[in-house]
């Protein structure tokens, strides 16, 4: 059974930071690519980053966020900075190959907020 723990959310004041993580239990995260994705009310699930051999990021944090891995802890990192409101949604990470994310297994999610 493959276990994605997310956690580190909360509620920032624009221009604010927080640091998301990703724990896994029964897939070691180093042998894939690890995604984060958000959704925000009313929208649809859209891409924020991925590390794999290499990094990539989505237009709209580009330069803000930081995506980062912790072999050892097997824990995948989204450090973010100069937070916008349009930032605020639920934050989940899941695995795949790639540029393409499985969707076999999901964490249960954590809420970002940012205030205006």
């Known amino acids: 059974q493959v276990q994605l723990v997310e956690s580190g959310g909360g509620l920032v004041q624009a221009g604010g930071s927080l640091r998301l993580s990703c724990a896994a239990s029964?897939?070691?995260?180093?042998?894939?690519?690890v995604f984060w994705f958000r959704q925000a009310p009313g929208k649809e699930r859209e891409f924020v980053a991925g590390?794999?051999?290499?990094?990539h990021y989505a237009s709209p944090v580009s330069g803000r966020f930081t995506i980062s891995i912790d072999n050892a802890k097997n824990t995948v990192s989204l450090q973010m900075n100069s937070l916008k409101p349009e930032d605020t949604a639920v934050y989940s990470c899941?695995?795949?190959?790639?540029?393409?994310?499985?969707?076999?297994?999901w964490g249960q999610g954590t809420q970002v907020i940012v205030s205006s």
């Open positions: 590390i794999g051999t290499s990094t």
């Open positions: 029964g897939r070691t995260l180093a042998l894939y690519t």
């Open positions: 899941t695995t795949g190959r790639n540029y393409s994310a499985f969707g076999d297994y």
